[in-house]
């Protein structure tokens, strides 16, 4: 007995009305995922807030909340959400406002892993936004207190609670104490 999976596209999954649940498209598949907890939240926080305001400080582009879409591949459609995301100003003006999900992988992609989370399948995630064009992806653990930076498929850096994370030429002069992004506040 053969199995049909019916693929949707990305402009199908835009139109999915409002069910409580995050959705992403994998090469036209898609993948229901259940709200974030309280911690993932908070975590997010964490790392977003003081990314933003240094982001508009300096006017270096536009950062996105948890969950924006962003369209990595076509035909079939992928359409992954980080949970902290950054495009630089010029891509921005390249592209200007977009209302469905923005085209291609932003400079920075962040992904906190949720409790029922695989790490294969984050680590899997964060080729993919690479692969798509990303310069930097974070991978924050919180059970580990580990924070996981890719560059590429071989430049990949481990910090610990004792270590800074520095975002370097991806984003010029912002970095966070590894420990104020599990912090307590």
């Given amino acids: 007995m053969t199995t049909t999976i019916q693929q949707i596209t990305a402009e199908d999954l835009f139109r999915i009305p409002n069910d409580g649940f995050c959705y992403e498209l994998i090469q ?54 980080p949970d902290v995301a950054f495009v630089s100003r010029e891509r921005v003006r390249q592209v200007g406002d977009i209302v469905g999900y923005w085209p291609g992988a932003p400079d920075l992609a962040v992904e906190v892993i949720s409790p029922n989370d695989v790490y294969t399948e984050v680590e899997e995630k964060a080729f993919d936004w690479l692969e798509a064009g990303a310069q930097m992806v974070i991978v924050v653990n919180p059970p ?22 520095e975002t370097g030429d991806v984003i010029p002069g912002w970095s966070i104490a590894v420990n104020d992004i599990f912090a307590l506040q």
């Fill in 144 to 165: 580990t207190q580990v924070v996981t930076v890719f560059r590429s498929r071989n430049d990949i850096v481990m910090l610990t609670k004792n270590d800074a994370l």
């Fill in 28 to 81: 036209g598949e898609l993948k229901k995922m259940s709200p974030p907890g309280s911690q993932h939240g908070r975590i997010i926080m964490n790392i977003s807030a003081p990314l933003y305001q240094h982001v508009r400080k300096k006017q270096l582009g536009t950062v996105y909340a948890a969950e924006t879409g962003f369209k990595i591949t076509s035909n079939p459609d992928t359409v992954r959400a």
